[in-house]
């Protein structure tokens, strides 16, 4: 994969380093966009509670300093050369530092249902924070994680001295210096998204300050060098630029080259993302779609999110005993049309849901199974149910005004032709693979470093190469628009009174 025209004058590599949920990964870059390596490093996640899930930050630079080690064995030369390190990673995290920059506590991470009252108590504290975050108050954000902290570990919160986002803390790590940018901090539920500054007033609603916060840097903005005994380990020179980098889907949206409005993708990884970029603010936070800075300046993008996507197919792949994705995905492909109409239906909440419905307490479901019900009944039910829930999704930006065009697929579960058709199918557009698509926000992160080292964004942003396209099949929409139906049916019948995200901004407006 090329990106055709060199990056930067000087020879020499970017770096990209993408922190993830269950792995880092590290990606080279050389001067002329090509990707010349790549390594990784595994994760674990540890869900001590129920709705709990965390990370020791620890492990994160841990995975960092393999992953380099790695690389650096794979590419010597390569390596040596590298000028520029930037930076993707998960969102929402909270990584709590004291006076002396010791970690408090275990990380809590996006995906973290623990904090669903301290939700309400921060609309109730904060009566503008959905005109200047543009988001509800949901679990995943760092907000109400902060504000469940103060209340259930006063004497730990009385010590905060830092707050970071997990790319950030790798920053503090690999430079010393605490800053983030704009991409990332949206998703905090402090910055005021339309100016991208931190917001004094959403701060002081949890008990916070700017004092507490790192400085903001744009994206593509050098925002600290490599510690000089870090760079003599790694065999790099003095001075290596780290730029401000991006949260990951940002960085999918720069590693696949979506920067105008209009333009954006489809992620099947362990959440579901259906990220469209915008030329200026759009909230809705009514329906629960994210509004975000985008990690380029004057460009913004709104977000569906859903929490289980790829990761329903996994668990059911464990469930049924297939014993691989693959041997699962053989299986559904050989169903009939009239077969997938006797399937069972399939609500992907195992994990609860964020667009359309912010409900945490939403339940994964397998319903109206008979004996005629087959494993691969099951598979494709899964299959359709998350996308269903990303055609509500679809919905919920295109009623904020969001105009939709092909989208690019990436994730893991991209990778399947019989899914992405059937996406097609279901949300009415044209999706498309891409040329290296799987690597992403680690690409992302890698041109963003050398937008940093001074390079050119028109010759770093460029689209990836499409390699396959899907298009709607005729007559597909009337057939699954009755199943839709009863999916959506379902959901209300099973969910809990007073959860829906209307009703929350309702009663908090």
């Known amino acids: ?39 990784g490093a595994p994760l674990s996640l540890s869900q001590p509670q129920p709705l709990w899930s965390e990370q020791l930050p620890q492990d994160w630079w841990n995975a960092t300093q393999l992953a380099v080690a790695e690389l650096r064995a794979a590419h010597p030369q390569a390596f040596a050369a590298v000028r520029a390190i930037g930076l993707s990673g998960q969102m929402h995290g909270a990584v709590l530092l004291d006076g002396d920059d010791m970690v408090l506590r275990p990380a809590i991470l996006w995906n973290d249902g623990r904090s669903h009252a301290e939700c309400a108590e921060l609309s109730s504290r904060a009566p503008n924070l959905h005109a200047i975050a543009g988001n509800l108050a949901m679990p995943g954000f760092t907000a109400p994680k902060l504000l469940w902290v103060k209340r259930h570990e006063p004497a730990l919160f009385a010590r905060i001295r830092s707050v970071l986002l997990p790319k950030d803390y790798l920053r503090w790590c690999l430079s010393g210096d605490k800053v983030s940018e704009a991409s990332d901090a949206a998703g905090t539920l402090w910055l005021d998204v339309a100016r991208r500054d931190w917001s004094d007033e959403l701060l002081a609603a949890c008990g916070l300050s700017r004092a507490q916060m790192p400085r903001l ?56 993302v259906l990220f469209v970029v915008n030329d200026r603010y759009r909230p809705n936070p009514a329906s629960a779609v994210h509004a975000f800075c985008h990690a380029l300046p004057q460009r913004w993008h709104q977000m569906g999110v859903m929490l289980s996507a790829a990761s329903c197919l996994r668990w059911f792949t464990s469930f049924s005993g297939a014993g691989h994705e693959t041997t699962l995905l053989d299986e559904v492909a050989r169903l009939s049309p009239a077969q997938r109409t006797e399937a069972p239906l399939f609500l992907p909440y195992l994990a609860g849901e964020r667009t359309p419905h912010n409900d945490p307490f939403a339940p994964g479901v397998l319903h109206g199974l008979t004996h005629a019900s087959t494993r691969a009944h099951g598979g494709y039910a899964v299959l359709e149910g998350v996308a269903f829930g990303l055609a509500d999704a679809l919905d919920a930006l295109r ?80 057939r699954l628009a009755e199943r839709r139906a009863r999916f959506q049916s379902l959901y209300q019948r099973l969910r809990a009174p007073s959860t829906t995200p209307r009703q929350a901004l309702a009663m908090t407006a």
């Open 399 to 478: 009623a904020a005004g969001t105009e939709v065009g092909p989208l690019a697929l990436v994730g893991g579960g991209a990778r399947s032709a019989l899914w992405a058709q059937l996406l097609a199918d279901v949300l009415g557009l044209e999706l498309r693979q891409l040329d290296g698509a799987e690597t992403g926000a680690a690409l992302g992160a890698a041109r963003l470093g050398w937008l940093a080292a001074g390079a050119d964004p028109a010759r770093v942003c460029t689209p990836l190469a499409v390699t396959a396209r899907f298009h709607p099949t005729p007559g597909a929409a009337a």
């Open 217 to 272: 840097v744009d994206s593509g903005a050098p925002s600290a060098t490599l510690r000089p005994a870090l760079a003599a380990a790694w065999g790099l020179p003095a001075g290596v630029v780290i730029a401000g980098g991006a949260g990951d889907n940002a960085a999918s949206a720069i590693g696949i080259g979506a920067t105008e409005p209009g333009q954006g993708f489809l992620s099947l990884g362990t959440s579901g």
């Open 1 to 39: 994969m090329s990106a055709g025209a060199p990056l930067h004058p000087a020879e020499g590599c970017s770096l990209g380093i993408d922190l993830g949920t269950s792995e880092v990964k590290l990606l080279l870059l050389d001067a002329q966009g090509s990707v010349i390596g790549q390594a």
